[in-house]
């Protein structure tokens, strides 16, 4: 039984164009949702929501058991179906129960155990928190990392709100990025983030540049899809891509088969990789190019024999929007691979901060 309950109707006379691409974005954000005769359906460990079109309307419903899920569910609802239809300027507000700011049911604070420089531009930070099953999940691999300001004393997290929005805490707005989650260990309580020590300034590069044993963050989520079972795997990515594709290819079958793809800047930057022998690993060099600004990966995107059933491939990547768009468009539109095979990224866009693209909404990431 559901102790609280809410609903929303959005004004929406867009909702055609938006509709299948919130769906998505819902689906690829850890919630199970299910097409029904009138709408979908969403399951989540905090709740249940409904999505149902109407004549130039979007309805919404949502309940839960306890106050953060509940609130965390409308979060889930609001933030996404805001970011995905930015341009619309859509007005949410919901009307049911209120149970005031909560704390995200999903945030963990973890303590910095260890880091390592793995290469001159790679940086491996071992964290360590509990209750981290949640983030085991093979579907779901990215997570949102909340960075402490410098504030004394113990941080204060941000909260959600009875409208869906975030609360930042008195002390300010937090910095955050998304990152991917190389390996995690929930028994032993670890996970390891890989960072890109990309030149520049930036909350989460600098975080990574400083960190040391004892430091503090917070993660909530995850986030965005994994790999799916395939006969043959396509995975392409930069220094972001890198390790969710490492990730990717300890986890597949001995008896996978296919190519990965990986940019980096020169030879110092390659690592030991643990890919099934079926599947061969490239490392393209850019030198002294501009990360973001060399064709390297879709070049070879291109001159690949892929299988002749493309239904039964897949295809991962994660690199900056420009050569993520034109790897996508390249496979779905003029190789005949099935958009459901392909799970791609931009990871970042050359001239926009994250900051930038949240102002812009999905269209700043969506090819």
């Known amino acids: 039984m559901s102790d609280y309950k809410a609903t929303a109707t959005i004004a929406f006379p867009g ?9 998505a974005s819902l ?16 399951r989540s460990p905090f709740g249940r929501a409904w999505l149902r ?14 106050p953060a899920g509940f609130n965390r569910m409308k979060h889930d609802l609001t933030g996404l179906i805001d970011f995905v239809a930015r341009p619309e300027g859509l007005q949410i507000a919901w009307t049911g129960d209120e149970t005031g700011a909560t704390l995200p049911p999903d945030l963990r604070v973890l303590t910095v155990r260890n880091v390592r420089q793995l290469t001159p531009f790679m940086r491996r930070i071992t964290l360590a928190g509990q209750d981290l099953d949640r983030y085991a999940v093979p579907d779901q691999i990215h ?18 709100g009875d409208d869906g929005r975030i609360v930042w805490p008195p002390s300010g707005k937090l910095a955050s990025r998304i990152y991917t989650i190389r390996r995690i260990d929930p028994t032993g309580g670890t996970l390891d983030i890989d960072f890109a020590l990309h030149p520049g ?17 917070g993660i909530v989520g995850p986030a965005a899809h994994g790999p799916k079972p395939a006969d043959w795997y396509l995975l392409a990515g930069d220094e972001t891509g890198l390790p969710g594709i490492a990730r990717i290819l300890e986890a597949l079958p001995a008896s996978a088969r296919g190519v990965a793809l990986i940019e980096v800047a020169g030879a110092a ?20 190019a501009a990360p973001g600004t060399a064709p390297l990966l879709i070049d070879e995107v291109r001159s690949l024999e892929l299988p002749a059933d493309r239904s039964r491939m897949l295809f991962w990547g994660g690199s900056e929007f420009d050569t993520y768009r034109s790897i996508r468009n390249h496979l779905v539109r003029d190789a005949g691979v099935p958009a459901s095979r392909v799970v791609a990224y931009s990871h970042w866009r050359r001239g926009m901060s994250e900051e930038d693209i949240v102002e812009a909404g999905a269209a700043a990431i969506t090819p």
Do not use: M
């Open 201 to 217: 300034s930036g909350p989460g590069v600098d975080w990574a540049r400083a960190a040391a044993p004892g430091d503090i963050v």
């Open 143 to 160: 997570c949102r990392l909340l960075f402490p300001s410098g504030q004394t004393g113990a941080p204060e997290w941000p909260r959600l």
């Open 27 to 42: 689906a690829s954000h850890n919630l199970d949702v299910q097409a029904e005769a009138d709408g979908h359906r969403i």
């Open 269 to 288: 930057e390659e690592q030991p990789l643990a890919a099934p022998g079926g599947v061969e690993v490239r490392w393209l060099h850019r030198g002294e």
């Open 53 to 66: 079109a109407g004549p130039a309307a979007l309805h919404l419903a949502v309940e839960a058991s306890d």
């Open 15 to 23: 909702l055609a164009a938006y509709l299948d691409t919130i769906v």
